[in-house]
């Protein structure tokens, strides 16, 4: 199973890219939202990958970071949510929106995404409201890096490939102010509403600031 693909990008289509590994091409699915961010033909690219593989298909669907996969493989344990679905899922709200969508409840913005109708949005909050807290916990620090060479890899060896500048220093915001308010006797959903309603208010604060906002919020009222 392929887990990471490390190469170039040989083209860029309307769902997915073709990313040349050491003379051999491979097809990849990717969201908009990915599709949008990926640099040009020619320029070196790393993406995670998960494989589906039924009787009549076989592809690869590609994220830039480890939640956004696991975004990807949760969504479509769902009744009526498949590769697409996902896809489109992740392309409109992105991981971290659809870590907050549901760490909330909020099935309106899950419907958002195209095709989906309320009751297929409602089903995704209410089956996986309890997987968000351990999701955003991973953090934002997952994110693939572009190599300076081109490999293939698979889930058994997720070594990185060595990075063409220095790597932006992740924002881990997120996971330690969750594991903060677990410490502090803070249940994982309400944990989890809480950041996700902080990080919604004000995208750029610190841990601290993280911690005191999302404790005010979990304070009793009255």
């Known amino acids: 199973m392929i887990g990471k693909l490390s190469g170039?990008?040989?083209?860029k289509g309307d769902d997915h890219v073709l990313i040349d590994v050491r003379g051999?091409?491979?097809?990849?699915?990717?969201?908009?939202?990915?599709l949008a961010g990926l640099p040009g033909p020619g320029e070196a690219v790393a993406l995670y990958t998960d494989m589906i593989v039924r009787e009549d298909l076989m592809q690869l669907h590609g994220f830039t970071s480890l939640v956004e996969k696991e975004w990807f493989r949760l969504l479509m344990t769902v009744q009526g949510i498949g590769a697409k679905a996902a896809t489109a899922i992740l392309g409109t709200l992105g991981a971290d929106g659809v870590s907050r969508a549901i760490a909330l409840g909020d099935w309106n913005a899950v419907k958002a995404a195209k095709g989906l109708g309320p009751k297929t949005a409602q089903r995704v909050v209410n089956e996986l409201k309890d997987k968000a807290p351990t999701i955003m916990a991973m953090g934002a620090g997952q994110a693939v890096a572009a190599p300076?060479?081109?490999l293939v890899e698979s889930d058994a060896t997720p070594v990185a490939a060595a990075p063409r500048a220095a790597a932006?220093?992740?924002?881990?915001?997120?996971?330690?102010a969750l594991s903060a308010l677990a410490n502090l006797g803070y249940g994982p959903g309400e944990a989890a509403s809480a950041v996700a309603t902080a990080l919604g208010d004000d995208p750029d604060l610190d841990t601290a600031g993280l911690i005191r906002a999302a404790l005010k919020l979990l304070a009793p009222k009255g």
Not at 8 to 11: E, F, S, V, W
Not at 24 to 34: K, L, M, P, W
Request: without cysteine; charged residues 30%; aromatic residues 8%.
């Open 8 to 11: 170039r990008i040989d083209y």
């Open 24 to 34: 051999v091409g491979y097809i990849v699915h990717v969201s908009d939202r990915t």
């Open 148 to 150: 300076e060479d081109v």
């Open 168 to 176: 932006k220093p992740a924002n881990m915001a997120q996971p330690e």
